[in-house]
C-alpha cells in the first residue's frame, strides 16, 4: 500500500473508531480510511509500507527508518496525521485482542502523537520506538534496551528511561542501560531489572538524576558512567570472564 497520511476528518473518524473500543458496540475496523480522499492524503514520493509482523520494537524502528528515509517532507517526527494513519495500517500489532477477543486501546497518546510534549510523546507506539532508533542510527544496538519489547507493550523499562529526551540522546547511558538490564544470550531483560527493587531501571533513573546535578552526563563514555553506579548496580553488570 501507499504510505499516506489522515487529515482532520480521517483524524476524527480514528479517534471515533478507539473509543467505540471501550463501548458496548464496537465499530468495524475502519480500513477504508486509509486510502479514502475524504480522510487521508498521499505523500510526494510514492513510498510503498508493507504490513509486516514485527518480533519487537527494534524491528518495527528499523523497518520505518528504512521506509521513511524516502519520505519528501520536512519534520515528519512531527506529523501527527502520519503517525495515526501508520498506527492504523498496523492496528492488529499495536491492539491485540484480549482472551475474550476484546481490544483494549488505552491512553489517545499510543496513537496519535502530543508532539508538543515529549514526556508524552514517547508512549506512541510507533513514534517513540522510531525517534529513538533515529537517535542511534550510527549504532542503533545501544538503545536495545529501549526497543527489545513487544509493540504492544512497551513495558516498564520504557515507562522509567524514554520519558527524558536527555536520556533517550544520551549515548553513554543507553549504552550501560543496556549492558546492565538486557541479557545478551536472549535478547530479553534481565530478572528483576523492569523492578522496584534496587538496582533496577527506576533505581538508574533515579540516580542519573542525582549524577545530573554534579556532571555533565552527555560528555561521558558508558565506561566511566558503570564505574560511577553504586554497588547495588551490581548485581545488573556482565560478568567478568
Keep these: 500500500m501507499k504510505l499516506r497520511k489522515l487529515n482532520a476528518a480521517g483524524l476524527e473518524e480514528f479517534e471515533r473508531f478507539l473509543d467505540s ?4 458496540t464496537p465499530l468495524s475496523f475502519p480500513d477504508a480510511l486509509l486510502i479514502d480522499q475524504a480522510t487521508s492524503e498521499p505523500l510526494a514520493g510514492d513510498i510503498d509500507v508493507e504490513r509486516k509482523r514485527f518480533g519487537s ?42 482472551g475474550s477477543g476484546q481490544r483494549k486501546p488505552g ?14 510523546y ?9 525517534l529513538i532508533y533515529r537517535s542511534h542510527h550510527d549504532n542503533p544496538a545501544r538503545a536495545f534496551v529501549l526497543l527489545c519489547g513487544p509493540l504492544d507493550r512497551p513495558g516498564e523499562i520504557v515507562e522509567q528511561l524514554a520519558s527524558r529526551q536527555e536520556i533517550v540522546a544520551n549515548k553513554a547511558v543507553l549504552e550501560t542501560a543496556t ?10 531483560p534481565k530478572r528483576g ?14 540516580i542519573l538524576n542525582q549524577f545530573d546535578v554534579t556532571w555533565d552526563l552527555s560528555i561521558m563514555e558508558s565506561s566511566d558512567l558503570v564505574k560511577m553506579l ?10 567478568k570472564k
Design 21 to 24: 473500543l471501550t463501548s458496548e
Design 179 to 188: 549492558n546492565l538490564y538486557i541479557d545478551s544470550e536472549t535478547g530479553h
Design 122 to 130: 514517547y508512549r506512541h507506539l510507533l513514534a517513540g520506538p522510531y
Design 193 to 206: 531489572a523492569a523492578g522496584k527493587t534496587r538496582g533496577s531501571a527506576r533505581r538508574f533513573a533515579e
Design 230 to 239: 553504586p554497588k547495588e548496580f551490581e548485581k545488573f553488570r556482565v560478568p
Design 107 to 120: 491512553a489517545r497518546a499510543k496513537w496519535i502523537p502530543e508532539t508538543d510534549d515529549y514526556r508524552r
Design 57 to 98: 520494537r527494534f524491528d518495527a524502528a528499523k523497518y520505518l527508518n528504512e521506509v521513511l528515509a524516502r519520505a519528501e517532507m520536512a519534520e515528519l517526527e512531527k506529523d501527527k496525521g502520519l503517525w495515526a494513519w501508520l498506527s492504523l495500517f498496523f492496528f492488529d500489532q499495536l491492539c491485540v485482542p484480549d
